[in-house]
T-cell receptor, first 117, second 115 residues
Framework: DAGVIQSPRHEVTEMGQEVTLRCKPI?????LFWYRQTMMRGLELLIY????????DSGMPEDRFSAKMPNASFSTLKIQPSEPRDSAVYFC???????????????FGDGTRLSIL | AQTVTQSQPEMSVQEAETVTLSCTYD???????LFWYKQPPSRQMILVIR??????QNATENRFSVNFQKAAKSFSLKISDSQLGDAAMYFC????????????FGKGTKLTVNP
């Protein structure tokens, strides 16, 4: 089975530009997560969806960040305008959870390394 | 809010030896899940092992095992017969059973395996 697919793998852009990161979860997984990894703050959840509905967006840093999940097989994380402090590795993960009590682990994509100059 | 602490930023072990990575967490919940993830230089996040808090028996996966001490809120990872391919960052993570599905991660431990 294909794992979680993220694109692009690397992105380098200038500050002020719009950045769109993409994720395709594992088929059949109904929960999708966006995490950000930095040296200073480690791995932090930005937002997660269950059945395409945003459930917890408390980690989204500010209005410059937005995420959508238009269908069960696709999600985007958009930064507009981008700033140098947004440079990080962004991970997408999915799991078959969606109900309480499940111990199913989250499966991670390979991440997008984002560099804002 | 739950927190996860990994007090060892770096550890090293000789090939074929055993090493233990520490993890403590803080929570007021009684039911939850704990995980160890491995992140090699390739950047992938790979699940190593998981533990349900309601299970008293420690989880094992081949050379990997945990020492889960619920009262002490401790969840250490033991790697036996260490191999060069075990070199990676190791992250301990917590997830609520009844609340948010998000993973709360520790800052990680960098494991070096010496030949």
């Amino acid at each position: 089975d294909a794992g979680v697919i993220q694109s692009p793998r690397h992105e380098v852009t200038e500050m002020g530009q719009e950045v769109t990161l993409r994720c395709k979860p594992i088929s059949g997984h109904n929960s999708l997560f966006w995490y950000r990894q930095t040296m200073m703050r480690g791995l932090e959840l930005l937002i997660y969806f269950n059945n395409n509905v945003p459930i917890d967006d408390s980690g989204m840093p500010e209005d410059r960040f937005s995420a959508k999940m238009p269908n069960a097989s696709f999600s985007t994380l958009k930064i507009q305008p981008s700033e140098p402090r947004d440079s990080a590795v962004y991970f997408c993960a999915s799991s078959p959870t969606g109900y309480r009590g499940s111990n199913q682990p989250q499966h991670f994509g390979d991440g997008t390394r984002l560099s804002i100059l | 809010a739950q927190t996860v602490t990994q007090s060892q930023p770096e550890m090293s072990v000789q090939e074929a030896e055993t090493v233990t990575l520490s993890c403590t967490y803080d929570t007021s919940e009684s039911d939850y899940y704990l995980f160890w993830y491995k992140q090699p230089p390739s950047r992938q996040m790979i699940l190593v092992i998981r533990q349900e808090a309601y299970k008293q028996q420690n989880a094992t996966e081949n050379r990997f095992s945990v020492n889960f001490q619920k009262a002490a809120k401790s969840f250490s990872l033991k790697i036996s017969d260490s191999q060069l391919g075990d070199a990676a960052m190791y992250f301990c993570a917590y997830r609520s059973q009844g609340g948010s599905e998000k993973l709360v991660f520790g800052k990680g431990t960098k494991l070096t395996v010496n030949p």
